[in-house]
């Protein structure tokens, strides 16, 4: 809503402030007569607003940077496809639980955008209120490993040809649920553990429903048999990035309207 001056007499225009504003509705008291309609403006935005716009798309920028800099693949299957998979991390603790890392996560629904990822960030108890639920969006529970995926692979940058690739597993309830019972099976739990993935159809998860176990191995054995790869669990508070209420905003959420994200092409399956 804009302020709007109520009636002034073309006297006081001018130099001489105002002497009245009210807060006024656009279709109200003003017939528009006294002067000449301009096209309003309203894009461009001029002192304070403009300060805040550039603050704002200078955090997006940097979430943008962000997103760039930590290039963590998401493991990823495509529907009825298989792949060979050596869990890093997910050991038992000591009551021989699934030791594992998780927070809510919001997907946003924008392909173009290869589906941009945010953690919530939501936590009432300390008066945080996310800007992404607050924009409609509904978080999931995430359960996260690190995964060394068998596969070799070329990098288009060096074209070199590379063995296997250290990689984020993202697991929502179901698959976790699948996982925890397969990590009780074994003394380390999912440490070193190979499976192979299958996913069986495109409603299936895309991480794979079905994991069918290999064997298992240690990490000192996988990274003698992928001496490309660093074969250890990722650092997720390194990968996993989580945003302040602020850089949310500013990359368009907190309203039901705009529930936009990242940039378009920031990169291929790319995570965080
Ligand atoms: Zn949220």
């Known amino acids: 809503m804009a302020l709007k001056l ?4 073309k006297e006081v225009k001018g130099d001489t402030k105002p002497t009245k504003l009210k807060v006024g509705s656009n279709k109200s008291d003003d017939s528009g007569s006294e002067k000449p309609k301009k096209p309003t403006h309203s894009m461009l935005k001029k002192g304070k607003a403009a300060k805040e716009a550039l603050v704002a798309e200078q955090q997006a920028a940097q979430v943008r ?108 309830t179901g698959v976790a649920d699948k996982l925890r019972k397969k990590a009780k099976k ?4 999912l ?6 993935v299958s996913r069986t159809n495109a409603d299936a998860f895309n991480v794979g429903d079905d994991f069918d ?10 990274a003698e048999m992928f001496p490309d790869c660093e074969v250890k669990p990722l650092d997720y508070d390194e990968v996993i990035k989580v945003h302040s209420p602020e850089e949310l905003l500013a990359l368009g959420f907190g309203t039901a309207t705009a529930a936009v994200g990242g940039e378009a092409g920031v990169d291929e399956d790319a995570v965080v």
């Open 6 to 9: 109520n009636k002034i007499p």
């Open 65 to 172: 940077d962000e997103q760039r800099e930590n290039q963590v693949f998401r493991f990823y299957i495509k529907p009825e496809a298989e792949r060979v998979i050596s869990f890093l991390d997910g050991g038992l603790d000591v009551d021989g639980d699934l030791d594992s890392v998780c927070y809510y996560e919001h997907t946003i629904n924008n392909p173009a955008q290869k589906y941009p990822k945010y953690v919530c960030i939501n936590d009432p108890a300390n008066g945080v209120e996310c800007p992404v639920c607050a924009s409609g969006n509904t978080p999931y529970f995430a359960t996260v490993f690190t995964v060394l995926t068998h596969e070799k692979w070329i990098s288009k940058k060096e074209k070199k040809e590379y063995e296997g690739s250290i990689q984020l597993f993202v697991a929502k």
């Open 186 to 189: 074994h003394e380390h739990g």
């Open 191 to 196: 440490v070193g553990a190979t499976f192979e």
């Open 213 to 222: 176990f290999v064997q298992t191995n240690t990490l000192e054995e996988l």
